[in-house]
């Protein structure tokens, strides 16, 4: 997070007036705001008192308490803005009625807005602030609680909304597909939805997660850092305040920023919130089912389009692809069906599912039962239709608002999932393709229509090419140059959970080498009645992995320490990263139902 700098005409002063019970105010000192531009309107952060993450029906926002009897006051320059807007929202006083008065400079006094509290969740407030257009004025927000003590509000994402903008805005959605593999997403009858987006902009049909569980790689998406760079390295980190993130350099440049993810380690409490004027976290049920997430991004956009005069940035996180596999059965049942897909019986004969020795691992266990790896594969690919539905609703939403031709979507995943390659099932362990290759479709103004690009793209990438998109300079950046090579090479690394393992992909090498011990899937046996599993693939630290890419498409013949392999060099690249990495962000503190549902999703200690 990176506090912004007084590079602007606009100053924002901050005081709160604390009233004695005999009347008189007590100043605090002022704290300095600056917004970004005198055109575009910004979100100003402080220097000394930063606001607090509060949620209120459901979302969060940047805010400032006031109890009974303070005041918090913006001075506004002259000239600087047509409209001021607020949010308001209370816990302890749902029916305290709120003010907004105007003072000008002769001392002149009046309430634009008095209107009670609304039951549930934030309630904006806006003023109009045109009619004093060359005049310094101050605003002072406070309220009259209902309630004899204790009564306090929360006012949030204050904006001072600029008197033009110059060019058309641009807006900028990013929806983040959890567990999909890119190969998945190719098949038009399964996404139809992505599919249509390629067609009308760029499909990158050879791009990389920077890791293979969801935070640290929502983390290189979000910051454009790796993540031997932004220190996230597992689901118990949290994003460094420090770390400056894409929603934090889009509020800069004046755009309205809002996110609604369905897990909680990309939640407030795991850091993701910064730069996000309005945050929905994860609600019960999201991780099955991320259709109330898109409801509440649908209506978001709507109410965006009514109101503001800013671009937006909205980013949009799905969970459903991930274990256990599985769409709403309405779903199954009625879309699903009509395409003519169907799901295989659990049970075949002879089993084609390793049968484990004893009971299975936790991940596992939603498997009990399951002899048929079609039926659990035919799941995972509905789970993943499921998310290509709930985008589809998201575009819809932006070509009925007319909004098509103003938005940049980028679609894309975490990490994808291993189907049984390299002994993985089920879970994305491991630094092999099927846990990394990831879709990347990216439609707007700017950017060709209808075009592949075979390039290597790693997701670190994404959040400098959204910046140079806004900026109107795309050709700038890594994804754009990608777009005319002809012999496409370029380097990406990948990182597994705690960089247990390191490794990259350049040109026709694929290197992965232990950076600690570790496990990745099993190994098995084919036997009269069926596969067997007997044992687990573990490694220590300093092993390395070695492939040839154009001999041995499928990994399956390590090179590593062979003479003429260029295991040393590669493993000097290694130790090269290593030195300029940064240390592990801190791990956030997880109730135990958290701790819990990571467990269960595989995520151990």
């Known amino acids: 997070m990176r506090l912004i700098s007084p590079i602007s ?21 002022p704290v300095d705001y600056t917004s970004v531009s005198a055109l575009v309107p910004s979100s100003p952060l402080p220097a000394d008192s930063p606001s607090q993450p509060v949620e209120h029906g459901g979302e969060v926002r940047g805010s400032w308490s006031t109890r009974a009897g303070e005041t918090l006051e913006f001075q506004i320059p002259p000239g600087e803005a047509a409209r001021f807007e607020v949010g308001a929202a209370s816990d302890n006083d749902p029916e305290a009625l709120v003010q907004i008065e105007i003072v000008t400079e002769e001392g002149g006094r009046r309430t634009l807005v008095e209107t009670p509290l609304v039951a549930e969740g934030w309630q904006t407030l806006g003023v109009d602030l045109s009619p004093w257009p060359d005049r310094p004025l101050t605003l002072v927000l406070s309220h009259q609680p209902s309630i004899d003590t204790q009564s306090s509000v929360d006012w949030g994402e204050p904006l001072l909304l600029q008197k033009e903008t110059t060019g058309a805005p641009l807006n900028v959605i990013l929806v983040t597909l959890d567990t999909t593999r890119a190969d998945t997403t190719l098949d038009r009858d399964l996404t139809p939805h992505l599919a249509a987006l390629a067609e009308q902009g760029v499909r990158f049909t050879n791009a990389w997660s920077a890791a293979t569980s969801t935070s640290p790689s929502h983390a290189s998406i979000l910051t454009g850092l790796a993540v031997d760079q932004h220190g996230v390295l597992s689901n118990r980190n949290r994003l460094p305040d420090e770390v400056e993130t894409l929603a934090e350099q889009l509020s800069e440049r004046g755009f309205q920023t809002a996110a609604s993810v369905t897990v909680d380690h990309l939640g407030p409490g795991a850091g993701f919130a910064q730069g996000f004027g309005r945050f929905r976290p994860a609600q019960t049920g999201d991780a099955q089912d991320g259709a109330s997430s898109v409801d509440d991004a649908v209506a978001w956009i709507e109410s965006w389009s009514k109101a503001s005069a800013r671009p937006f940035f909205l980013w949009v996180h799905l969970f459903d692809p991930h274990t256990p596999y599985g769409p709403p059965k309405s779903f199954l049942e009625e879309e699903w069906a009509q395409r003519g897909f169907d799901i295989p019986p659990r049970r075949s004969t002879p089993p084609t599912m390793p049968s484990f020795p004893g009971s299975l691992p936790t991940p596992l266990a939603w498997l009990e039962g399951t002899t048929d790896r079609a039926h659990v594969e035919a799941l995972y690919a509905a789970g993943v239709a499921y998310a290509d539905h709930l985008l589809g609703r998201i575009i819809q939403q932006v070509e009925a608002l007319g909004l098509a031709s103003s938005t940049l979507i980028v679609v894309t995943a975490d990490h994808g999932e291993a189907l049984g390659e390299q002994g993985v099932f089920y879970q994305h362990a491991g630094l092999w393709p099927a846990s990394l290759r990831v879709p990347l479709v990216w439609a707007g103004p700017g950017w060709p229509r209808g075009v592949e690009v075979a390039s290597p793209i790693s997701g670190v990438e994404i959040a400098p090419a959204i910046l140079a998109t806004v900026d109107g300079e795309p050709d700038r950046t890594r994804l754009y140059q990608a777009l005319g090579e002809a012999n496409p090479s370029h380097r990406v690394w990948f990182a597994e959970t705690d960089l247990r393992q390191l490794g990259f992909r350049d040109g026709e090498v694929h290197y992965i080498e232990a950076l600690g011990p570790g496990q990745f899937g099993v190994r098995t046996e084919q036997r009269a009645d069926g596969p067997f599993v007997t044992g687990i693939q573990r490694y220590r630290r300093g092993r390395k992995w070695l492939f040839d890419i154009h001999a041995d498409p499928n990994l399956n013949r390590n090179l590593a320490g062979q ?18 990495a940064v240390a592990a962000s801190s791990k956030r503190s997880l109730t135990e139902r958290e701790e819990s549902e990571l467990r269960a999703l595989g995520y151990g200690e």
Not at 13 to 21: E, P
């Open 9 to 29: 005409l606009a100053s924002w002063l901050l005081t709160l007036g604390l009233m004695s019970s005999a009347g008189c105010e007590r100043a605090l000192e």
């Open 563 to 580: 003479s003429g392999s260029g295991s040393e060099r590669y493993r000097a690249l290694i130790g090269e990263r290593r030195q300029a």
